[in-house]
T-cell receptor, first 113, second 112 residues
């Protein structure tokens, strides 16, 4: 099992550019989620999905889009990058939703200039 | 909104010491609480999960306790080792919610 994988590991964007952060898991988990981690603020939930075709917003969804066409993949799209989106992004998955053990990917460090 | 606080933000101890990390939360209506470890530049690894009906969980040298009524959890690490150096985060899931609320973590350094 590769677990939860994220690509790319690092990315630099200019303000206004768009990009997609990739997340995949091979554990057949229904629940997947995206967090951002900022210094002094802890991890905050951006979007989550309880299964293919079902997504919902978390605490800080503005500026981000998600879709879930398969169980394995949960990409996060930045529509028009802003410096405030400079952060480390983590994808996580779980067999039993937020109430079960969470498996995290290694993260993507994004810098928006 | 649930607020999760971890004190201290940083802790440095000599190898072999027993230590306690603290986590407090404002809304006691939680479903569970999890402790995670994060190594520099890496993702989070789940250490212990405590259901709201439980008082504690143990895994090896780690013991986590939960006092829902007072909104507190502690992570006890016995006989600390340099390999325990990492940031430790706690997170809670509220009864009616579908997400975790994370604390900002305690950065632990164990000095050989």
């Amino acid at each position: 099992n590769a677990g939860v994988t994220q690509t790319p590991k690092f990315q630099v964007l200019k303000t206004g550019q768009s990009m997609t952060l990739q997340c995949a898991q091979d554990m057949n988990h229904e629940y997947m989620s995206w967090y951002r981690q900022d210094p002094g603020m802890g991890l905050r939930l951006i979007h989550y999905s309880v299964g293919a075709g079902i997504t919902d917003q978390g605490e800080v969804p503005n500026g981000y889009n998600v879709s879930r066409s398969t169980t394995e993949d949960f990409p996060l799209r930045l529509l028009s990058a802003a410096p405030s989106q400079t952060s480390v992004y983590f994808c996580a998955s779980s067999y039993s939703g937020p109430t079960g053990e969470q498996f995290f990917g290694p993260g993507t460090r994004l810098t928006v200039l | 909104k649930q607020e999760v606080t971890q004190i201290p933000a940083a802790l440095s101890v000599p190898e072999g010491e027993n230590l306690v990390l603290n986590c407090s939360f404002t809304d006691s209506a939680i479903y569970n609480l999890q402790w995670f470890r994060q190594d520099p530049g890496k993702g989070l690894t789940s250490l212990l999960l405590i259901q709201s009906s439980q008082r504690e969980q143990t895994s090896g040298r780690l013991n986590a306790s939960l006092d829902k009524s007072s909104g507190r959890s502690t992570l006890y690490i016995a006989a600390s080792q340099p390999g325990d150096s990492a940031t430790y985060l706690c997170a809670v899931v509220v009864d009616t919610g579908n997400q975790f609320y994370f604390g900002t973590g305690t950065s632990l350094t164990v000095i050989p």
